[in-house]
T-cell receptor
Framework: DTAVSQTPKYLVTQMGNDKSIKCEQN?????MYWYKQDSKKFLKIMFS???????INETVPNRFSPKSPDKAHLNLHINSLELGDSAVYFC????????????FGPGTRLLVL | KQEVTQIPAALSVPEGENLVLNCSFT??????LQWFRQDPGKGLTSLLL?????REQTSGRLNASLDKSSGRSTLYIAASQPGDSATYLC???????????FGGGTRLMVKP
């Protein structure tokens, strides 16, 4: 009955590969997010997405793209992985795109070799 | 550009102490401020959310205050317990949208 789930939990891959991380929420929320937590533990927003609007943090490279097959899922696709992409990626959701409590997934630990 | 700073970066206290974690932000045009807890290797758990029109929120032994004009928030933990050991993060939500800006966190260790 996990509210926000992510797969895989760990991902180890080679530089240059393309990979996806999946996120699902069963809270009936309208808005989902992706955050990146780097090695220094700083959390930064990457995307905010609902069925009407995608907001992209301007610092996110266009190698990163969110894909939403339906309201309950927001997957993160990464092209041409680089060493600096190694981090923990967190998915989150909130009831709407307003300023409300966000519920976070357990994170996906990505290591690019 | 919003910047959020948390002081101290790490804190170690004996069990039973009352403690205060500090958070400051540079742009006072916020919708709300949230405090989260992160356990090692885990995701974030929302603790308290303070709307910009509110001064404080309480949940159990936790009390969060907000002084929007001065760009500050504090998280007060009463009668600390070893189970409170975790990293505490504050985050602010801008006027438009809900893309949180996080502080660097305070790593708390409560010793038995």
């Amino acid at each position: 009955d996990t509210a926000v789930s992510q797969t895989p939990k760990y991902l180890v891959t080679q530089m240059g590969n393309d990979k996806s991380i999946k996120c699902e929420q069963n809270l009936g929320h309208d808005t989902m997010y992706w955050y990146k937590q780097d090695s220094k533990k700083f959390l930064k927003i990457m995307f905010s997405y609902n069925n009407k609007e995608l907001i992209i943090n301007e610092t996110v490279p266009n190698r990163f793209s969110p894909k939403s097959p339906d309201k309950a899922h927001l997957n993160l696709h990464i092209n041409s992985l680089e060493l600096g992409d190694s981090a923990v990626y967190f998915c989150a959701s909130s009831r709407s795109g307003g300023a409300e409590t966000q519920y976070f997934g357990p994170g996906t630990r990505l290591l690019v070799l | 550009k919003q910047e959020v700073t948390q002081i101290p970066a790490a804190l170690s206290v004996p069990e039973g102490e009352n403690l205060v974690l500090n958070c400051s932000f540079t742009d006072s045009a916020i919708y709300n401020l949230q405090w989260f807890r992160q356990d090692p290797g885990k995701g974030l758990t929302s603790l308290l959310l303070i709307q910009s029109s509110q001064r404080e929120q309480t949940s159990g032994r936790l009390n969060a205050s907000l002084d929007k004009s001065s760009g500050r928030s504090t998280l007060y933990i009463a009668a600390s317990q070893p189970g409170d050991s975790a990293t505490y993060l504050c985050a602010v939500s801008p006027r438009a949208g809900n893309m949180l800006t996080f502080g660097g966190g305070t790593r708390l260790m409560v010793k038995p």
